[in-house]
């Protein structure tokens, strides 16, 4: 596993969402669920390509903006439609910093 350091958790907080850039160029969504841990997934909605830092977070669903697809915040899992899913990166935290693991994952695409 190649973690790398993205940020610090200074620059998240519970209920809120980031998007980081890797060293590779791969785009990836923090989302801090309420009541949850720190996920990491890709920032691109798996139906058209929308960015996913665009949407909204709200009861730890994540709302794409374009067509109002919805993913569990803490899972990554299709909420509506039920049939996708969000690519999950290992997320690590060390102190105050936060890494992320990009290596071989591919972000999802929705056959819809």
Request: hydrophobic residues 40%; contains cysteine; proline residues 4%.
């Amino acid at each position: 596993m190649a973690f790398e350091k993205i940020c610090t958790l200074d620059d998240i907080w519970e209920g809120d969402m980031a998007s980081f850039e890797t060293r590779d160029g791969t785009e990836i969504l923090l989302v801090y669920p309420d009541g949850g841990s720190l996920k990491a997934f890709q920032n691109i909605c798996p139906h058209q390509h929308f960015e996913l830092i665009e949407g909204t977070l709200d009861d730890n669903v994540l709302t794409c903006r374009a067509h109002l697809w919805q993913f569990d915040a803490n899972t990554g899992k299709g909420v509506n439609p039920d049939d996708c899913a969000l690519a999950v990166y290992p997320t690590r935290i060390d102190g105050n910093d936060v890494f992320v693991d990009v290596e071989g994952i591919v972000p999802l695409a929705s056959h819809t």
